[in-house]
């Protein structure tokens, strides 16, 4: 019994030492590196969003659009709801054929009973003349220039609702009406009248449809009605660029010439 005792006890040092040693491999062993689940667990989800709604189609009230489904913080996938801003109202104005401009002693009236603005910009034609606005203009805008090597207002663009009637500008008699191609692509109708005001100087109206008058015939501005309605062209023009609700109303040109001067080739006409 006592030699067996004395056994047990030689055991116990031992027995610390090695405890002692596995703590300490433990302590000093690197971390796991936590499994692709774990980390997944661990990140936060995508914040809640609103995702713009597209613009209305027509100028109506605004009206609510649910958008696409959307992460959420807890890994769902929820509908958010938002509200369309109302579209601009389009202003315009019955100007009674008052006028818009003057130039060489002609007086240009508006050619419409519905107006939404005068966008004035440069002409093709060297010999174009410049145009003064007046205070009865309807909102008046001069556009960026094109290149032109003309001034700045040697032509008017007068947006106008598409189903008006277009009435002459002008006093005068047509020398000239028809149909020509525009920019190379696109069939338009034109009248050009002499104006009594500065006789051998030309008025060109573009844009129009449904020509009512013939050359040699005598017009009043404000009362003749030169074509049916404007021209919707199958393109952007630069004046749209001002256009408040869309889609953009049409709109006529105008602008008045000299045809004793002679005309050069400029990089703003011509076809491309």
Request: charged share 15%.
């Amino acid at each position: 019994m006592p030699r067996r005792r004395s056994r047990a006890l030689l055991c116990l040092p031992v027995l610390a030492v090695l405890a002692f040693l596995a703590v300490l491999g433990a302590a000093c062993s690197p971390a796991a590196e936590p499994s692709a689940a774990q980390r997944a667990a661990a990140r936060p989800g995508p914040s809640s969003e609103i995702v713009p709604a597209p613009a209305a189609a027509s100028p109506s009230a605004s009206s609510p659009v649910a958008s696409a489904p959307i992460g959420s913080s807890d890994g769902t996938n929820e509908t958010t709801t938002t509200t369309a801003p109302p579209l601009p109202d389009r202003v315009v104005s019955q100007p009674a054929w008052a006028p818009f401009a003057t130039t060489g002693g002609i007086t240009l009236l508006h050619p419409a009973a519905l107006v939404e603005r005068v966008g004035f910009h440069q002409a093709n034609h060297d010999g174009a003349r410049e145009l003064e606005p007046l205070p009865t203009t309807v909102a008046p805008a001069t556009l960026e220039l094109r290149d032109r090597g003309t001034p700045a207002r040697t032509a008017a663009d007068i947006v106008v609702d598409p189903n008006t009637e277009i009435r002459s500008p002008v006093t005068g008699t047509v020398k000239r009406a028809g149909t020509y191609t525009l920019y190379c692509h696109y069939t338009d109708s034109y009248a050009v009248i002499d104006p009594a005001a500065h006789l051998g100087w030309e008025v060109k109206l573009l844009h129009v449809v449904g020509l009512r008058v013939r050359a040699g015939q005598p017009v009043v501005a404000g009362v003749t009605v030169i074509a049916a309605h404007a021209h919707r062209l199958p393109f952007e023009s630069q004046v749209d660029e001002l256009a408040a609700p869309l889609p953009a109303w049409p709109h006529v040109h105008v602008e008045v010439v000299d045809p004793s001067i002679k005309d050069r080739p400029n990089p703003g006409s011509g076809c491309s």
